[in-house]
């Protein structure tokens, strides 16, 4: 040990004093929004004028539910639109895909296969030759 902290320069003595962090706690400010200007503090549960935040809660009874239909329309409209987005695969893809995962099926198959043979081959030989 005092090989690392003669190596360091630094006595044993002053290697085992604790170390004393000098910190302010009076000059830790919260942090101010973009602008200078704090962001604004309103009670639990309350909704501050404006509407408040994206995704916040809503007092009872201030949000009705839409109807059946109109929930369901809303749900195929965003179904088409999301549809449009998806990236869709060539049908050279999906051959090229296709054969290769059916190679690795038949490859897996006969592997399997033949492990399970040897298998059965080596414990009946050895069934057998234990007098069983």
Do not use: C
Not at 54 to 82: I, K
Request: net charge neutral; glycine share 10%; proline share 7%.
């Amino acid at each position: 040990m005092a090989k690392k902290f003669d190596e360091i320069g630094v006595s044993e003595d002053e290697g085992d004093q604790e170390i004393e962090l000098e910190t302010e706690t009076s000059s830790v400010q919260a942090p101010v929004a973009p602008g200078g200007v704090p962001p604004r503090k309103t009670e639990r549960g309350t909704i501050p004028p404006g509407g408040g935040e994206r995704g916040g809660r809503q007092p009872r009874g201030a949000v009705t539910t839409p109807g059946f239909v109109a929930r369901t329309t809303q749900f195929l409209h965003d179904v088409r639109a999301e549809m449009r987005r998806v990236s869709w695969p060539s049908a050279k893809e999906v051959k090229n895909t296709t054969i290769i995962t059916l190679i690795a099926v038949v490859f897996f198959a006969v592997y399997l296969f033949l492990i399970d043979r040897v298998w059965a081959f080596l414990i009946e030989h050895l069934r057998t030759s234990l007098g069983g």
